[in-house]
Each structure stands twice: as structure tokens, then as C-alpha cells.
């Protein structure tokens, strides 16, 4: 369980620009063996979401911003040697953020969220063209194929994505997911056989689990 005050230190490291002090707080956490899922839902998606709207309300700075997403990227990597010490299952997931998708955090951790199930993360990050996404997949030969949506804006891309892929692996799952279903989307999902949406990391898990 992350205290709300740890929480607030590292928000607050973050707003300063403060990597040491993130990079403390997070490698304290994982050395008294916090889940990774809650420092990722609690500790960097829910500072990442209030960065988003102090942004939003002009009241952080674009600069600060891309501290806040910088230093994100960069404690993220902390969690490597947890990944990396689990017992392979044998199965490849690749992970990518659609055509003009930017937004690449969460599909990281998507891909992450695989690895600790013992599955080979393939995470693409983001803005993947359609065309080369599907040249990778005949390299790969992935079990699953996850997309990550930021923006409701680019369900056009995601679709057409989908609709490339689907041609040539109609068989193969595809997974969609990320804060852009919060605002709608998930009807134009439900039309494709083989195609889910999943909401949350959690769930991803499960999925993972019962797969
Ligand atoms: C950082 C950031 C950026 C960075 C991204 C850099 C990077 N390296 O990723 C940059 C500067 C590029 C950017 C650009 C823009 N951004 Co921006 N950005 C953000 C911000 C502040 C944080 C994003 C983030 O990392 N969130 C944390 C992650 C962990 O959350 P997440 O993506 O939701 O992922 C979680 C779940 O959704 C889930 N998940 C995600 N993908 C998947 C996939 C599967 C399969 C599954 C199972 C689960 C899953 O797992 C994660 C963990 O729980 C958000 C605020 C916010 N609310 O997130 C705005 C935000 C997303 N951006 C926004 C906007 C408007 C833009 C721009 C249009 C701004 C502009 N005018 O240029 C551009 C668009 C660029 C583009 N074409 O993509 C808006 C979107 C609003 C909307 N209704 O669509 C937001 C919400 C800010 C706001 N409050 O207004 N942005």
C-alpha cells in the first residue's frame, strides 16, 4: 500500500523537477517490494493524470510538463531488474501506441505488465505507422498484439490499424485500451471478432492469467 504521503513527496519532487528525489522514493518502494501495478496506478499514472490538468488550467508550464514526463520515463526503468528476474512462460506480446498516438507511458507499462507474467514484452512506444507495426508482427510472430489510445482523436488510426492487421492475422488477439475509451470509442471496438478492450492494468492481468 503507497501512504498518500509518500505520494504527495514524490508530486511534489516531481512538479520540481527533483529526479533524485522520485528516483529515491520509487527504488524505496520496490526495495520493500511494493507491486509494481500500484506504483505504477498510484505513484506515476495518478501524478501523470494531475500533471495533465494542471497543465490543462495554465497553471504549470509546457517545460514543466515535459520534466514531470521525462523524469516518468526515467523511474520507470527502475523496475528492470524485477522484470527481467521472472520465469519465462514462453509467450510474446507486442505492445505500440497507433499512428500520431504521442501518449507512450502507459502502453510502456502495458508492455511491463506482460513481462512480470513471464511474457516477452515487444513495446514499439510511440506514433508506430500501420505499415511497419504489421511488417513486425510477421517478424515477431506475437500470442497477443495490444494497442494503446490516448486520444479519441486517433480512433481513426486505431481502426484503420486494426483493419490492416485483422487482413493479414485474422486469428491473432488484439487488445486495445488507454484513457481515450474514458471518453467514448469502445461501440466502434465491439464490431471487430477478436478484438477486446481492457480497462485497466488490472484487468490486463487477469486477462493475462486466464490466457
Ligand atoms: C505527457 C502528456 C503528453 C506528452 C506525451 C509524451 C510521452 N512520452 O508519452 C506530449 C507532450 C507528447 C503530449 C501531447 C499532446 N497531448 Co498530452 N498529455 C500528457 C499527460 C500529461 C500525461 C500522459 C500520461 O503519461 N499519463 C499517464 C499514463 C500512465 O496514463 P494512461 O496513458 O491513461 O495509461 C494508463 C491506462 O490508460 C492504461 N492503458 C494505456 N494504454 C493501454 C493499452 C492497453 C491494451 C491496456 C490494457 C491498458 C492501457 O494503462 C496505464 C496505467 O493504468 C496527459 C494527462 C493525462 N490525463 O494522462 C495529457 C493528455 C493525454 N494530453 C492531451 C492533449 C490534448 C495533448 C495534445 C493534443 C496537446 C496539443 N495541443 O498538442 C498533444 C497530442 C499529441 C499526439 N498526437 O498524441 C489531453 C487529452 C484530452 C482528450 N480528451 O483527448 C490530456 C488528457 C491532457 C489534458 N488534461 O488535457 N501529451
Known amino acids: 500500500m503507497i501512504e498518500d504521503s509518500v505520494y504527495q513527496n514524490y508530486f511534489t519532487a516531481l512538479l520540481a523537477g527533483s529526479r533524485s528525489a522520485c528516483h529515491d522514493i520509487v527504488q524505496k518502494l520496490l526495495d520493500a517490494d511494493t507491486e509494481i501495478r500500484e506504483i505504477y496506478e498510484k505513484l506515476f ?7 495533465g490538468e494542471l497543465w490543462e488550467n495554465n497553471l504549470i508550464t509546457v517545460a514543466g510538463e515535459h520534466l514531470a514526463t521525462s523524469i516518468t520515463e526515467g523511474v520507470l526503468n527502475l523496475v528492470y531488474p ?12 507486442v505492445v505500440s501506441c497507433s499512428a500520431n498516438e504521442f501518449h507512450q507511458i502507459g502502453g510502456k507499462m502495458v508492455a511491463d505488465i506482460f513481462e512480470l507474467n513471464g511474457w516477452d514484452g515487444y513495446f514499439l512506444g510511440a506514433n508506430t505507422p500501420s505499415e511497419e507495426l504489421m511488417r513486425y508482427i510477421h517478424e515477431v510472430n506475437p500470442d497477443i498484439l495490444a494497442l494503446s489510445l490516448s486520444l479519441l482523436s486517433n480512433i481513426d488510426n486505431l481502426i484503420r490499424c486494426i483493419e490492416i492487421v485483422k487482413s493479414d492475422f485474422p486469428n491473432l488477439n488484439l487488445l486495445v485500451g488507454g484513457q481515450a475509451f474514458r471518453w467514448g470509442g469502445i461501440d466502434m471496438i465491439k464490431c471487430f471478432s477478436g478484438v477486446k478492450y481492457v480497462s485497466s492494468l488490472d484487468r490486463l492481468e487477469k486477462f493475462i492469467k486466464e490466457v
Request: aromatic share 10%.
Open 82 to 93: 524485477h522484470l527481467f528476474a521472472i520465469k519465462r512462460v514462453g509467450k510474446k506480446a
Open 45 to 51: 499514472q495518478q501524478s501523470m493524470y494531475k500533471v
